[in-house]
């Protein structure tokens, strides 16, 4: 399906939600399905962008990027529109950046069903406020991404993953040179260490990290910010993306943590603005 097409599903009459994005309860009845586009329509690797349709396999398109050495700072698995429309960065978010300075630009479409084109091609384009932001995160009740302009990063040399048993993660940290993730569960330590073998080797050996498989299981109860410096403070099972302040934990969210705030009550009003009708994922929590 081509943008055009795409456009003209979603203007059709009555509510519609986006596979690939998920809605907490289950889907919702007399709600049409539909599938952004999909496919690289092109890659610049001398100026490391690329267009895509927001249905892009992330692995396929990693699979591409590798052939010019570069990569693309997503979490694989999943729709390079769906993992922008979440707005979760990936574990390597410390080394990589969130996932919102990945796009460039977005043709979405409205709840009218017309094409809008946010952002620009180039990494230096907004004067202003970016709409691109917006879209990061909504989980599609604002528009529904069609296709996509991203920025590409260098493929590291080398990239592997060393652990060491600490209490405390932060001496460790503060002896590492930019490392792409560094995580700790309260008693244990693990960090990507990326570039020129002798370099992340040199890393290893100042940090007293051992070589390891990869990363743990991250528990799935719940997914929380917090200040990055207070994570020593955390309590049960849990593993913290030091120097982020993401906490993945077994638990799921205290109710107090629940309640309506002021980002909240913010964006239901720009989802107002957007889609006044609460036509685009209807079910899809805001909160």
Known sequence: MDLTAFAAEVGATGPVTITGLGMRGGPVAGVRTLRAPAGIEWIQADEMTLRCGAGTPIDDLDAALAEVGQ??????GGTVGGALSVGHSGIRRLGYGPVRDVLLQACYVSDGGEVVQAGGPTVKNVSGFDLCRLLVGARGTLGFIGDVIIRSRPRPAHSQWFTAEVDD??????????????????????????????????????GALAGCDGPPTLPSGSRR?????????????????VGVGVVH???????GDRRESSVTKLTRRIKAEFDPGGRLNPGVSLG
């Not at 993660?169 to 693990?190: I, M, Q």
């Not at 910010?225 to 993306?241: C, H, K, N, R």
């Open 169 to 206: 993660p932060f001496p460790t940290f503060t002896r590492l040179y930019r490392p792409a993730c560094v995580l700790w569960n309260g008693s244990r330590l693990w960090a990507l260490l990326e570039g020129h073998p002798d370099d992340v080797a040199a890393q290893a050996s100042a």
């Open 249 to 255: 934990h077994g638990e799921p969210l205290p109710e």
């Open 71 to 76: 990569c693309v700072a997503l979490p694989p």
């Open 225 to 241: 910010i917090v200040p990055p410096a207070s994570i020593g403070s955390l309590t049960g099972d849990f593993v913290a993306e």
